[in-house]
């Protein structure tokens, strides 16, 4: 009987051994996977780490591909375009203008009455209008008759709060959010589509001369008095509500700049010099790139997938339409090579793009104790159930990762703009001078944590002094007020005025 026990004995205490070498060889192979998973993250972060002296670098190398942009024609992966607006907005502008902003699969209509400096805008109305699918691969006619006639009906609805002065012609700034080769203020070559258009006859007109020629089919009297883009309708909302802005910065889906050169600083200029002795010149800053921008395996990897392979590479690591996507790639890797979320790896961490910087912001921002908020998102969105709140941890540190280094580059360009302008210092004995950068995009307006560290940043990079001589303002709807503004800078009516 006492043999019975012992060996029972026996067996129990091997049984327990085994279980608790089982919970040993679970506890260290958890252990050594959360390790990897740490080692992933340290080194990414490593990767894209911003310290004050490389974001000195990259304004440097900014002002540099400025000065080749301006130079010549391709001298520089900034394009440097020059816009043709010489003339942005004063406060001073009367009567009533329209508004065309094209730049997707809607457009919107726009009406403003100004009323100079007393009245500003005195009224506003606009409508959104969805372009059907089949227009988009339609052909030029088709796609600017159906434009016309929006906007005729749109100009039909004029109330009694709308005066167009007597003899006048109604004037329009039109915002056309595709590739375009400027000519004059009102005019400019349409080089390709994006965006899911597709039409093949419009490629190399003047998209202008197009719109003017349907909107006459459509016994439309108006004239398109100024061709521009969002950035520079940005920049002249800006400046007429603020005469000290002297760039605009679209941060949101993507990002672009525009600022105020100096007309005789334009060596590629060959025209008149402009009466104002001033242009505006658009950056296309996203496709900047240098040596010292902090990019890394995934950056690649997302650059290669992409339909613009080389291309835009500064706006691949700052903008709204990538963040999220840089995020997915770590957590993808953390999730095959540490198990981060366990021994499958969730199918839908590798669907490019699922996780949208909207998503990012809203974690990033998550203040509960037990972050629900990311395990909520995580759940909904990639279909992980069940993290731990150090898994959940991990996801807003990697947020907050990719969000600082986007934000602090967007702020290294800002100070590359204000060094070519000669507003990065303070003139000893000259009356400060105050620079206002008008800035647009739901990047920054909605996701609180980009848009404090691009603030704290480039105050850091300016130092207390420069600093508290340039502001950064959020502007809103630079594509539409800022349209009808530059329509009345650039009317035909202005000596009359």
Known sequence: ?????????IICAATVCAGAALIVRHRMRNSGRWARAMAILREFEEKCATPIGKLRQVADAM????????????GSKLKMLISYVDNLPTGDE?????????????FRVLRVQLGGKEGRVVHQESTEVSIPQKLMVSTSDELFDFIATELA???????????????????LGFTFSFP???SSINSGTLLNWTKGFSIDDAIGEDVVAELTKAMKRKDLDMRVAALVNDTIGTLAGGRYFNEDVVAAVILG????????ERAHAIPKWHGLLPKSGEMVI?????NFRSSHLPVTEYDHALDVESLNVGEQIFEKIISGMYLGDIVRR?????AEEAALFGDIVPPKLKVPFILRTPEMSTMHNDASPDLRVVGSKLKDILGISNTSLKTRKVVVELCDIVATRGARLSAAGILGILKKSGRDTVKEGAEKQRSVVAVDGGLFEHYTEFNKCVRSTLRELLGEEVADTVFIELANDGSGIGATLLAASHSQYLEES
């Open 1 to 9: 009987m006492g043999k019975v026990v012992v060996g029972a004995g």
């Open 63 to 74: 002002a540099v591909e400025m000065h080749a942009g301006l130079a010549s024609e391709g």
């Open 94 to 106: 009367h009567g009533l203008f329209y508004a065309l902003d094209l730049g997707g699969t809607n």
């Open 153 to 171: 009906k749109f100009v039909a609805t004029e109330g009694d709060d709308f005066r167009l002065s007597a003899g006048r012609q109604r004037e």
């Open 180 to 182: 375009v080769k400027q």
């Open 253 to 260: 889906t993507g990002t672009n700049a525009a600022y105020v």
């Open 282 to 286: 658009n950056m296309e800053w996203g």
């Open 330 to 334: 770590v957590l993808c890797k953390m």
